[in-house]
């Protein structure tokens, strides 16, 4: 018995003359032939593009630019940039639904708006941190200054910490000197 065959032996053994071929399992049609209402063939142009899965990516493009409008498009691009292509279409079909004026150039017009927004902030931020570091640099003068000045010759003061300078004075100083700090604060 042949597998095209659906006729079953009969009683004696023969077959039956009928054949007729069995139906391969049908394939389900690609989202743009469902949303058409068209049989889905099977090269169809549509079907790499747009999945059964996916059934909004084509209607969100063929309510913005039309199924045929699309299918010439694909017609007039190699295989290769079909998918790229597609791609496009839905992404500015998408654009266009979000903001029917502007669309893509809407989105690139406001991503541009906001990267100049953002690197003015990074050219203030950059300001601020050259003008943090010259008070630093000139309070450190100053302090070094004010230091040498009230510290005995062949005495150096002594370093905590990177950023912070410490005269020696510890406590309450019956000369008079005070401290550096007071002396820088109160100048």
Request: aromatic share 8%.
């Amino acid at each position: 018995m042949h597998l095209t065959d659906t006729s079953t032996a009969t009683a004696t053994g023969a077959e039956s003359s009928f054949s007729h071929p069995i139906p391969s399992p049908a394939a389900p049609p690609c989202a743009a032939c469902k949303i058409l209402r068209r049989r889905c063939v099977e090269k169809c142009l549509l079907a790499p593009h747009f999945p059964p899965s996916e059934p909004l990516k084509f209607t969100t493009a063929h309510r913005i630019f039309g199924a045929s409008n699309i299918i010439k498009l694909l017609h007039e691009l190699p295989e290769r940039d079909r998918a790229d292509a597609v791609s496009s279409i839905v992404y500015e079909a998408n654009a266009r639904i979000r903001d029917p004026v502007y669309g893509c150039a809407g989105a690139v017009f406001k991503l541009q708006k906001q990267a100049a927004e953002l690197q003015a902030q990074l050219a203030r931020a950059r300001a601020d941190l050259i003008h943090v570091q010259t008070q630093h640099t000139n309070l450190l003068a100053v302090l070094m200054a004010s230091s040498s000045m009230q510290t005995p010759a062949g005495h150096l003061p002594a370093t905590v910490s990177p950023g912070f300078f410490y005269d020696g004075y510890a406590g309450n100083d019956s000369s008079g000197d005070g401290s550096v700090w007071e002396a820088f604060m109160w100048a």
